[in-house]
C-alpha cells in the first residue's frame, strides 16, 4: 500500500476507499511492465507504425526573426496531439491488467479522441466524459469520438468543462472500477497517475533533446511548453530535467493559473497547485482553450515550481489568439490554442535558442478562434 | 438488540431542526454533511444539496457553527462527514479541536484512506473491493463502527439493495475485533431495504433519500425516518 506516493508535498491518493485497491493493482501492474522488456518493444512497434514517432523538430524562422525557435512537433502525431502517447501505453496496460472497459475524461476533446483511437484499435468499450461547454466549443472532436465508436457522455452541471468530466469519469470508475481502467489524460490524479503519464509522454522530450542536439550541436537554452494540467509539458520537461542549464518554463493560461495563483489543495485525488479559495473549495477557471480551462494541475509541477527547476508563466487569451494567427501565416502550421499559449511567451522570453512543444494542431479550434479573432479585430 | 439508525443531512440553517425531526422519528446517529465543491463519492442528490448549500455559503465555520446549534436540540451523537479538501484547507488538527468543542463524535472523510493521517480519530470506511489487509488496518483504527460501503458506486438510491454487501459484512465480522459495529450505507431508500440491511448489519445509513425529504421540513423527515425504524425495529 504505497498511497503516501508524492512529489514532495504533492500527490497522494485521496480517493475513496472502493478505489485504493484498484491504484494498487494499478501501480503493481504499471511497475511490471516497466520491467518488462515486451512492453517497452509493444510500445516501440505501436509509437512507429501506428502513431508516427518520432515526430519532426521544425525551426520556425519567420515566427520570430531573431531567435532560433525548435517547435517538437506532437501535432503531427496520429490524431493530432501528444494525448496518444499516453492512450496507447495505458491501453496496453489496460489489456495486461485485464480490463476491456475504458472511461476518460477530455476537454479539449484531444485526449477524448486519442482514448477513442485506442480503444477502437484494441477493440475495447470506451465511454467519455465531456462538459457540454466544451462539446459545444470542440464540436469536430465530438464528432470524431463518434465515428471512432466511442460513447460520450455530455456533462451538463457546475461549470460543464474539464473539472466536471473529470469528477464524471471517477465516479464512473468508481461505480464499474472491477471491469473498468480509467484512462486519465493528464499528469494529474491519485498515484500512480502523474508518474505513469508522465512516463508515458517522456519520449517527447528524449526525442526533442536528441533531435536538438543533432541540429544544433547544442542544449536549447529554454524547454518551454503550455500547461493545464500539464502531460505534454511534463513529457518534454522530463527529457532536460538534468541538464541543469536548461530552463523549463510552463505557460499556464491566465484565467486558470492553478500554478501561478493557486494555493495548495486537494483535487481529484491528489493534493496539488489549485484555484481553490480559503475554504479549499474549488474556484471556476476560464480559458478560451478548452484543454487549459482547469482549476488543478499535476502534482509534480508543483513540485517543480516549488524547487526552482521550473517557472511558470501566464498567456492571456488574447496573446494566445494571436500566436495562434501568427504561426499560421508565418510558418504555414496552424496549432492548437493550447501550444499557442507556449508560442506566445517564447516570442518574449529572453533567451535565443528555444524549444517549444507544439502540443497539438488547430483544426479542432478555427470555428472558436476565428470567432473570437474577429471580435479583437 | 436494536439496530441503529444513522440519518445523513447536509449543513444548511434548518439543519438543526431536521436533526431534531430526525432523532423524534428514531434516528440514532446523525451525519453532518460539510459540503464540498467537487465530491467524487456523491450521486447526482447529494451532490446537487452541497451546491446548494455552497451557494449559501455554508463553509467549513458556518457548518461548525450549525453543528453547535444541533448539539442543543438533540442528544445523539453528530458526526460531521466530509472531504479531505476541507480538512487541508481547515487544517485537520484544528478541524478535530473545533468539531469536538461544537459538539461533534468523530468524523467520517470520505476520501482519505486509513494510512493517511492516522493521527485524526476517525470513522473508517470499507467497500466491496477492500481487501481483507484493508479491512483489517480499517477495523483497528476506526473510531467507534466501521462503515461498511455496501456497493462499488457513489451515493444514490437504488431498486435493489446491494447483493455484495452480505458477503462484504461476514468477510468483516471475521476480520474485525469481535464485537465492532459495521453499520452498512449506500443505496438505501425504503423501509425494505433498511430491513435487509439491519438482517445482515448491526445498523443502516440512509443519506441521499433522508436529504431529499428534508427539502419537504422537519415533518415529513421525521416521518419518513420513523418508517425505516419501524422496518429495523421488525427486523
Known sequence: ?????????????????????????????????????????????????????????????????????????????????????????????????????????????????????????????????????????????????????????????????????????????????????????????????????????????????????????????????????????????????????????????????????????????????????????????????????????????????????????????EEALDAFRRLARTEGIIPALEPAHALARARDLDAELILVCLSGRGDKDLDEALKALEKLA | MSKALVIYLVAEPETPELARAAVDGGADIVELGIPFSDPLAEGPVIRQASERAL?????????????????????????????????????????????AAAGASSAIIVDLPVEMHPELKRIQLIAPTSTDERIRAAAANTDGWLYVVSLTGTTGAREEVSQRVGALVERSRALAPSGLPLYAGFGVSTPEHARAFAEIADGVVVGSRAVQVAEQGPDALREYVASLRAALDAA
Open chain 1, 1 to 317: 500500500m504505497s498511497t503516501t506516493t508524492t512529489f514532495g508535498a504533492y500527490g497522494g491518493r485521496y480517493v475513496p476507499e472502493t478505489l485504493i485497491p484498484a491504484l494498487d493493482e494499478l501501480e503493481a501492474g504499471w511497475r511490471e511492465a516497466l520491467a518488462d522488456d515486451a512492453f517497452h518493444a509493444e510500445l516501440h512497434r505501436l509509437a512507429t507504425t501506428y502513431a508516427g514517432r518520432p515526430t519532426p523538430l521544425t525551426l520556425a524562422e519567420r515566427f520570430e526573426p531573431g531567435k532560433r525557435i525548435y517547435l517538437k512537433r506532437e501535432d503531427l502525431l496520429h490524431t493530432g496531439a501528444h494525448k496518444l502517447n499516453n492512450a496507447l501505453g495505458q491501453a496496453v496496460l489496460a489489456q495486461r491488467l485485464g480490463k476491456h472497459r475504458i472511461v476518460a475524461e477530455t476537454g479539449a476533446g484531444q485526449h477524448g479522441v486519442a482514448t477513442a483511437t485506442v480503444c477502437a484499435r484494441f477493440g475495447l468499450d470506451c465511454v467519455v466524459y465531456m462538459g457540454e461547454e466544451d462539446m459545444r466549443r470542440q464540436r469536430p472532436n465530438v464528432e470524431r469520438m463518434y465515428l471512432l465508436g466511442a460513447e460520450v457522455r455530455g456533462v451538463d452541471f457546475g461549470t460543464r468543462t474539464l473539472k466536471e468530466a473529470t469528477s464524471e469519469a471517477i465516479r464512473d470508475w468508481i461505480t464499474n472500477v472491477e471491469t473498468t481502467h480509467y484512462l486519465i489524460g493528464s499528469c494529474v490524479g491519485p498515484a500512480p497517475y502523474p508518474e505513469l503519464v508522465a512516463e508515458l509522454q517522456s519520449v517527447i522530450g528524449r526525442e526533442a533533446r536528441e533531435q536538438v542536439l543533432t541540429a544544433e550541436g547544442r542544449l536549447p537554452e529554454a524547454v518551454i511548453a503550455a500547461v493545464g494540467g500539464g502531460s505534454n509539458a511534463i513529457g518534454v520537461f522530463h527529457g532536460f530535467l538534468d541538464d541543469a542549464d536548461v530552463r523549463l518554463v510552463g505557460v499556464e493560461a491566465a484565467g486558470a493559473a492553478s500554478l501561478g495563483s493557486g494555493r495548495t489543495a486537494v483535487l481529484h485525488g491528489a493534493r496539488s497547485s489549485v484555484l481553490a479559495d480559503e475554504d479549499g473549495q474549488i474556484a471556476d477557471a476560464h480559458s478560451i482553450s478548452a484543454g487549459l480551462d482547469y482549476p488543478g494541475v499535476g502534482p509534480e509541477h508543483a513540485y517543480l515550481r516549488d524547487t526552482g527547476r521550473a517557472e511558470y508563466r501566464a498567456a492571456t487569451d
Open chain 2, 55 to 99: 451557494a449559501r455559503g455554508m463553509r467549513t465555520r458556518p457548518c461548525l457553527d450549525v453543528l453547535a446549534r444541533m448539539r442543543e436540540l438533540v442528544d445523539v451523537p453528530i458526526v460531521p462527514m466530509t472531504y479531505a479538501a476541507i480538512l487541508e484547507a481547515y487544517g485537520y488538527e484544528r478541524f478535530a479541536g473545533d468539531a
